[in-house]
C-alpha cells in the first residue's frame, strides 16, 4: 500500500521554487542556440541548489548580506562564507507581499519571504544589512521579527563628500570588528591579503570573458553571464573560480572556431536597472530570444560587483580596510546616491567599449530609487544619441505579452538601423 | 612594439623608481666625487652646502640675483634672472614634477624614511581634508619669502643679513651635508637677531623633516617652494599626467596610494590635465589604475606608461 502524506507548507514552496528554478535552467539549456558545454557545471549548480535544496557551506559560519556593499573580502578574511541574500523568486515574492507594502519592490518582498519561510539550504548565522535603499533598509527590522540577527551597517547616502569616506571607512572598520567578535576570530594582515588577492581573482576571470563580449564576434550569451555571476552570490568561491575557468578556455576554442550566439545584425544591448537574480531572468531571456545579446551589464547583480578592484599601497590591516571601504563605496554606481553622473558615465563608456547599438533599462515596479533615475539617464543617452527602452516589470510569470511587444519592436529598430548602415 | 608598451605598462613601478631613486641620490649627493658637475640651475633640492652635490638647487642663484640693487637689476642684471630661469627650465621641462618624484635627493630620502616606517610595521598619517587645503598652501608662502625677500633687499628695505633667507631656514641646507659627514650646519648663527631667528627655524624645520617624514610621506613636499615654482611652468614641460575622466570608476584606487593625498586624481573627471600642485609625479597612481588608459604619462603626445588591467593584476599581487 502506498503511503500518502500531505504535503508541508514548506515543501510546497520548495516544489514551487523548483518549478520556478528549472524553468528558468531548461530555457537556458534548450532555447539558445550553441550552448557552452562548460556552463552545466553552472546549471548544475542551480539545479543542485535550488530543486535539490542542497546544501554547499555546511560546516562554515555563513554570514548573510542585504546588498553588494558588505565587503566579502573581509567575509573571507575569517575563513567564513559570504551569502548574498537578494532573491529572485515569485513563490517568495508573494510570502513577502503579505509582509510589506504591497507597492515594495518584488526584490526585497522576495528576499522578506525567504527569511519569513526560514527555508534555506545555506541558512545563514547573522545577516549584515547596509543602509542603502530605503526599503532594504527597513526589511532589516521585518526580518529580525522572524529571529534572525540583523546588523545594520552605515552606509552613506551620498558618495562626493570627504564626510561620506571617512564615515563609511570608519563604518567598515566597526563591521569588521563586530565580525571578529561574533566569529571569535582575529583579523591577520595575510589572511585580509588573501582574501583581497582572491577576490581580485575572481574579478580579473570576470574581466576575461568581458574581453569576449567586447569582439564583434559574441561567443557567450548575456544570460550566461548572469549565472554565472550569480552565482557568486552563494557558491563555493574556490569552485565558482574552477567553473569560471573552464568557460573561459572555451570562448577561447570557440573563438578559434568562430562558434557564436548571435547573428550580425543581432543589436548588441547594454543591460541596466534593478539587478536580474535567478530565476528571475525573465527580461535578459525575452531580450535575447528576440534575437539581440547582451554585450554588457551595468546592474549590482553583475558588473558592479566584479568591475572595481581594490589597489593597496601599504599591505597593512589599516590600509586594506580603507581601501576596500573607499573601493565599495567610490566607485559604486547605485542609483541611491544622491547626485549619479557616475552611473550615466559608466553606461555611456558600457556602450562604447561594448559598440552597443541600444540600452535597455529594466526597473521593478516598487524599485522606487531606479524608477526615479530613470528620467536622467534617458536624457543622457538621448544627449549621446544612444538609443534606450525603459521597461518596468515585476516577477510574476504573466506579463509576458506586452512586454515582449516592446522589446521585440525596439530590437526590431535598432536591427533596421543596423542594416541600413550596413 | 605592442610588445615593449606591455612591457613597460606591466612594469613593477616600486622596484624601478627605486633604482632610478638610488641613482639619483648617490649622483646629485656624492656626484663631487665623480668630478661632475650639472650646473646652478637644477630643479631640485641638490644643496650646494654639501660640498660633493653634483649641481645646486636654483633657488639658490635665484635668490642671490634677484637680491641684486635694483638699478642694477632693472638694467643688464636683470638679462642674468632671465637666462638663469631658462636654465632652470631646460631641466624642468624633461621631467617636469618627476624631478621631485624620481630625482630630488631630499625627497629620495623621505621615501627611504618611509620604508623604514612600512618595516617596523607602522602605518601612515594622513591629513584631514580641511588641514590639506590649508597646508598645501604653505609652498606658495615659501615660494613668496624666495622671491620677495631679495627683492626687498635690493630696494634697500631688509638688509644683508637677510640674504638667501629661505636657505637659511631651508632643511636641505642641515642634511645635505650631514648625508656627507659634515654636521657643521647643525648651529644656530648668532651673529644677529635675524639670522639668529631664520637658522634656529631652519634646526627645527630639519627635526621636523625626520620626524614628519616617519609619519607622514613625502612631508616636506608639501610645504617646498621649488614645487610651487615646478607648477607654474608644469604646462610648459614636454611630460604630462594625464586622465580620460570617461575611462574612470571614480573607484579611488589612485588616491588611496598617492603620497601627497590628492583628492583631484581619484574625483576629477573633467579635466585632462591631471597634474596638481602637490603632485611628485611619482606616477603611482598610473601604477594603481585598473581601467584602460584611464590614467596616462604620456611624453609630448606619446603614451609613455599607461593603466592597464593586466599592468595592475600583476603589481597587486593577483596571481594568473
Known amino acids: 500500500m502506498t503511503k500518502h502524506s500531505i504535503e508541508t507548507p514548506k515543501e510546497k514552496q520548495n516544489r514551487h521554487k523548483a518549478m520556478e528554478a528549472i524553468n528558468t535552467i531548461n530555457t537556458m539549456k534548450d532555447e539558445f542556440k550553441n550552448p557552452i558545454a562548460a556552463m552545466d557545471a553552472f546549471y548544475e549548480l542551480y539545479e543542485d541548489v535550488y530543486c535539490k535544496q542542497k546544501a554547499l557551506h555546511e560546516d562554515a559560519i555563513k554570514v548573510g548580506t542585504m546588498c553588494i556593499q558588505i565587503p566579502s573580502e573581509i567575509i573571507y578574511a575569517f575563513d567564513a562564507v559570504p551569502i548574498r541574500l537578494c532573491n529572485g523568486f515569485y513563490t517568495d515574492d508573494e510570502i513577502g507581499s503579505d509582509l510589506l507594502p504591497q507597492k515594495a519592490c518584488p526584490l526585497v518582498k522576495a528576499t522578506v519571504g525567504h527569511f519569513a519561510s526560514g527555508n534555506f539550504s545555506d541558512k545563514p548565522h547573522f545577516v549584515y544589512s547596509p543602509t542603502t535603499c530605503d526599503q532594504k533598509t527597513k526589511a532589516g527590522a521585518t526580518i529580525e521579527g522572524f529571529g534572525y540577527e540583523v546588523i545594520d551597517v552605515d552606509f552613506p547616502r551620498m558618495k562626493e563628500s570627504e564626510i561620506s569616506r571617512e564615515y563609511f571607512r570608519q563604518s567598515i572598520k566597526e563591521f569588521t570588528v563586530d565580525l571578529s567578535r561574533r566569529i571569535g576570530k582575529k583579523l591577520t594582515r595575510k589572511r585580509l591579503k588573501n582574501a583581497v588577492h582572491k577576490i581580485g581573482y575572481a574579478q580579473s576571470l570576470y574581466h576575461k570573458l568581458c574581453e569576449y563580449r567586447k569582439k564583434e564576434h559574441v561567443t557567450i550569451s548575456g544570460n550566461d553571464m548572469f549565472f554565472i555571476t550569480n552565482a557568486f552570490f552563494f557558491d563555493k568561491i574556490d569552485s565558482w573560480t574552477e567553473k569560471t575557468q573552464r568557460v573561459l578556455e572555451e570562448l577561447k576554442q570557440r573563438e578559434k572556431e568562430n562558434i557564436t550566439v548571435a547573428a550580425k545584425v543581432s543589436p548588441r544591448i547594454v543591460y541596466t536597472g534593478s539587478p536580474p537574480i535567478f530565476p528571475n531572468y525573465k527580461i535578459p531571456m525575452l531580450i535575447e530570444q528576440s534575437d539581440a545579446v547582451i554585450v554588457a551589464d551595468e546592474t549590482c547583480s553583475s558588473n558592479r560587483m566584479f568591475n572595481d578592484m581594490v589597489a593597496v599601497d601599504e599591505w597593512n590591516i589599516y590600509g586594506m580596510l580603507d581601501s576596500i571601504a573607499d573601493k565599495y563605496l567610490k566607485a559604486c554606481t547605485c542609483p541611491i546616491f544622491t547626485k549619479n553622473d557616475d552611473r550615466i558615465r559608466r553606461i555611456i563608456d558600457l556602450v562604447k567599449t561594448y559598440s552597443a547599438d541600444g540600452v535597455i533599462y529594466q526597473a521593478f515596479a516598487g524599485c522606487t530609487v531606479y524608477e526615479l533615475e530613470q528620467r536622467s539617464v534617458l536624457e543622457a543617452m538621448e544627449k549621446a544619441g544612444i538609443p534606450i527602452l525603459y521597461l518596468e516589470s515585476d516577477y510574476s510569470p504573466s506579463q509576458g505579452g506586452q512586454l515582449s511587444t516592446r522589446v521585440e519592436a525596439f530590437i526590431e529598430s535598432l536591427k533596421m538601423k543596423k542594416r541600413k548602415q550596413g | ?320
Open chain 2, 1 to 320: 612594439m605592442q610588445k615593449i608598451k606591455k612591457i613597460i605598462n606591466n612594469m613593477n613601478l616600486q622596484k624601478v623608481r627605486f633604482v632610478i631613486q638610488l641613482f639619483s641620490f648617490i649622483l646629485f649627493v656624492y656626484g663631487g666625487y665623480f668630478a661632475i658637475d650639472l650646473g646652478s640651475k637644477l630643479p631640485i633640492f641638490a644643496c650646494p652646502y654639501n660640498g660633493e652635490a653634483a649641481g645646486a638647487c636654483y633657488l639658490i642663484p635665484f635668490q642671490h640675483q634677484l637680491s641684486m640693487p635694483a638699478q642694477i637689476l632693472l638694467g643688464g642684471a636683470g638679462i642674468a634672472v632671465i637666462t638663469g630661469l631658462l636654465g632652470f627650465l631646460f631641466w624642468f621641462i624633461f621631467l617636469n614634477k618627476g624631478w621631485c618624484g624620481y630625482v630630488c635627493p631630499f625627497g629620495t630620502l623621505q621615501d627611504w624614511l618611509t620604508y623604514l616606517r612600512k618595516s617596523m610595521g607602522i602605518r601612515y598619517s594622513t591629513y584631514s581634508q580641511s588641514q590639506f587645503e590649508k597646508l598645501s598652501k604653505v609652498k606658495y608662502i615659501f615660494l613668496v619669502i624666495v622671491i620677495l625677500f631679495p627683492l626687498l633687499m635690493g630696494v634697500g628695505l631688509l638688509g644683508g643679513e637677510w640674504s638667501a633667507a629661505f636657505c637659511q631656514m631651508c632643511p636641505a641646507r642641515i642634511i645635505s651635508p650631514t648625508l656627507n659627514g659634515d654636521f657643521s650646519q647643525w648651529t644656530i648663527d648668532f651673529s644677529t637677531k635675524t639670522a639668529m631667528v631664520l637658522t634656529t627655524l631652519g634646526i627645527l624645520f630639519s627635526g621636523l623633516f625626520f620626524v614628519g617624514s616617519f609619519v607622514k610621506k613625502r612631508f616636506f613636499c608639501f610645504f617646498c617652494p621649488m614645487s610651487a615654482l615646478h607648477y607654474i611652468f608644469s604646462k610648459f614641460s614636454i611630460v604630462q599626467l594625464r586622465k580620460e575622466g570617461s575611462k574612470c570608476t571614480r573607484c579611488g584606487d589612485c588616491y588611496a596610494v598617492c603620497d601627497m593625498q590628492i583628492k583631484d586624481i581619484a574625483d576629477n573627471v573633467t579635466d585632462v590635465n591631471i597634474l596638481r600642485d602637490d603632485c611628485i609625479l611619482c606616477l603611482k597612481c598610473v601604477a594603481a589604475c585598473p581601467e584602460e588608459d584611464a590614467l596616462h604619462f604620456d611624453i609630448l603626445n606619446f603614451r609613455a606608461f599607461s593603466s592597464t588591467k593586466e599592468g595592475f593584476e600583476k603589481r597587486m599581487g593577483i596571481k594568473n
